[in-house]
């Protein structure tokens, strides 16, 4: 019979999971559990299985068996271990891992998600479950659900989409893209109304950093790539923040700070291409030069007022204010 410990962290792994989708940047479902604790399915305009095993009181070859049955199912994007920190546990998982990338099945090690787990963790005394809870909560967020659901999004991916000088144009640009495709730099510059150059510019930019991908080592027919896709719906939810219509949404706001967005201290008061601009003395405002989340804001506050942008809904129902 499984441990309080075991219980506790199986379960938590999904409630932290179904927790965060309540951003709208992507929606849960339990799965089949088959061999495994735990398994859900998250999904956007696709779906990815995770599924995971926790280790409390499993000696060396439960270790072995547990990888093993994680590692071998083809259908899991993300294998998820919930292990209980020793130095046994750590030595015999290192082996099996190091085994791993001498055999065949090396890739599928780029799926192995290992959080471990104090080993003097006791289920039954509260406080302790809290704050596992909580840093499990931030590490399955950080390392786990933004690389499963958000491409890997880093913040510095955030800043170096948001720090264009050009208010609105990455926004712009990457949402047409999207919506339309890329076929031809002239056509795509006279749709929207921007100069071929700078159109070229802001592209090159948007490869550079990542936003957007291609078959071809230094661009050409441009695709968003994942983060790209993250991005446009991070936007999206900014832009509902702005309007009033995302409400309360700490899961979203909790998404956000990992990612480096502060959202809720951009000042906001002037509306449209205001948004970011700070009042710093009688009648005189100021842009907050040095503030990545200003400029984010400004740029979804100026596709706004384009008119240009498609914004992706959210994967959930908004909750009413």
Same mark, same amino acid.
């Given at each position: ?55 409390? +009181?499993?000696?060396?070859?439960? &270790?072995?068996? %547990? *990888?093993?049955?994680?590692? /071998?199912?083809?259908?899991?994007? =993300? ?54 809870? +909580?840093?499990?909560?931030?590490? &399955?967020?950080? %390392? *786990?659900?933004?690389?499963? /659901?958000?491409?890997?999004?880093? =913040? ?54 990542? +936003? ?110």
């Amino acid at each position: 019979m499984p441990s309080p410990e075991h219980e506790f962290l199986s379960d938590a792994a999904l409630q932290i999971m179904q927790q965060v989708s309540r951003s709208g940047l992507y929606t849960y479902k339990e799965g089949a559990r088959k061999l495994f604790d735990f398994s859900c399915d998250l999904a956007k305009d696709w779906s990815k299985a995770i599924s995971g095993q926790t280790l409390w +009181t499993h000696n060396r070859d439960g &270790i072995d068996k %547990d *990888l093993r049955t994680l590692l /071998t199912d083809e259908e899991v994007s =993300a294998a998820v271990y919930i292990a209980r920190h020793s130095t046994t546990n750590k030595a015999r998982v290192g082996e099996i891992v190091s085994a791993y990338r001498n055999s065949p099945m090396r890739d599928r090690l780029s799926r192995l998600r290992v959080f471990w787990i104090p080993g003097d963790f006791d289920a039954d005394d509260e406080k302790a479950r809290e704050s596992t809870y +909580t840093n499990l909560k931030e590490e &399955i967020t950080r %390392d *786990l659900l933004l690389y499963v /659901t958000l491409g890997g999004l880093t =913040a510095d991916d955030v800043i170096r989409f948001a720090t264009s000088t050009r208010p609105g144009y990455p926004v712009v640009i990457i949402s047409h893209i999207k919506s339309h495709g890329f076929d031809n730099m002239t056509r795509m510059a006279r749709t929207l109304g921007i100069s071929t150059p700078i159109l070229k510019e802001e592209i090159q930019r948007l490869f550079v950093s990542g +936003t957007l991908e291609s078959d071809y080592l230094t661009g050409g027919i441009y695709r968003l790539s994942e983060r790209g896709h993250a991005i446009l719906d991070l936007c999206a939810r900014l832009h509902d923040f702005l309007d009033g219509t995302l409400g309360e949404n700490s899961e979203f706001e909790y998404v956000a700070k990992i990612l480096g967005i502060d959202y809720r201290n951009v000042p906001i008061d002037l509306g449209g291409n205001g948004v970011g601009y700070r009042l710093v003395g009688p009648n005189t405002y100021q842009f907050d030069y040095e503030n990545p989340s200003a400029f984010l804001l400004n740029h979804v506050a100026w596709a706004e007022l384009a008119g240009a942008v498609d914004w992706p809904a959210p994967f959930f129902t908004l909750p009413t204010i």
